[in-house]
Antibody, heavy 123, light 108 residues
Framework: QVQLQESGPGLVKPSETLSLTCTVS????????WSWIRQPPGKGLEWIGY???????NYNPSLKSRVTISVDTSKNQFSLKLSSVTAADTAVYYC?????????????????WGKGTTVTVSS | SYELTQPPSVSVSPGQTARITCSGD??????AYWYQQKPGQAPVLVIY???ERPSGIPERFSGSSSGTTVTLTISGVQAEDEADYYC???????????FGGGTKLTVL
């Protein structure tokens, strides 16, 4: 059974870069898409972006200028970098496995989620 | 940017039926998915492809679609169903993943 675990600093200073890693266990990172989602305190879910194991990416247009998602298949990990953070980036960050549905267009959903990690942006 | 609209809250008594709606212009062309999130926990997928139920999800959870609205129905609501529910889909091009704002289900 695939499990995901987020890791990284819980506190980041304003204007710096937030860096998180998701480790996939119980299965291979290959042949799947992988995603990052965040949830500010008391608010809803926000999709950040996803990456295919081959390295192709797609990002939320509202975050695209600050986001980089990368994958390391040798370590069964994928990572998130979010630059120039502000207090508005304070959130629980989740990593998740993505399932692609081929219909008239492609759609995506997340079937396995990590437990999430809290990141606070503060000086 | 594309949006999915959900009611902020729904309340039902135990044993009754809860219906949570999600509206979006691209829903006639895109599948919808539903997640349940309890406090302090990660979301859990409860419905995929509008009406399919993942293994392990109770039969009282069902989904339907009509035009620009999809509906999550929980029949015979139990106290353990109290949670936030989020719909998720994609924009008309299938490029961006979008979540609804979430609906808090309260079991009275």
């Amino acid at each position: 059974q695939v499990q995901l675990q987020e890791s990284g600093p819980g506190l980041v200073k304003p204007s710096e870069t937030l860096s998180l890693t998701c480790t996939v266990s119980g299965g291979s990172i290959s042949s799947y898409y992988w995603s990052w989602i965040r949830q500010p305190p008391g608010k809803g879910l926000e999709w950040i972006g996803y990456i295919y194991y081959s390295g192709s990416t797609n990002y939320n247009p509202s975050l695209k200028s600050r986001v980089t998602i990368s994958v390391d298949t040798s370590k069964n990990q994928f990572s998130l970098k979010l630059s120039s953070v502000t207090a508005a980036d304070t959130a629980v960050y989740y990593c998740a496995r993505v399932v692609v549905v081929v219909a008239a267009t492609l759609t995506y959903y997340m079937d396995v989620w990590g437990k999430g990690t809290t990141v606070t942006v503060s000086s | 940017s594309y949006e999915l609209t959900q009611p902020p809250s729904v309340s039902v008594s135990p044993g009754q039926t809860a219906r949570i709606t999600c509206s979006g212009d691209a829903l006639p062309k895109q599948y919808a998915y539903w997640y349940q999130q309890k406090p302090g926990q990660a979301p859990v997928l409860v419905i995929y492809k509008d009406s399919e139920r993942p293994s392990g999800i109770p039969e009282r959870f069902s989904g339907s679609s009509s035009g620009t609205t999809v509906t999550l129905t929980i029949s015979g609501v139990q106290a353990e169903d109290e949670a936030d529910y989020y719909c998720q889909s994609a924009d008309s091009s299938g490029t961006s993943v979008v979540f609804g704002g979430g609906t808090k289900l309260t079991v009275l």
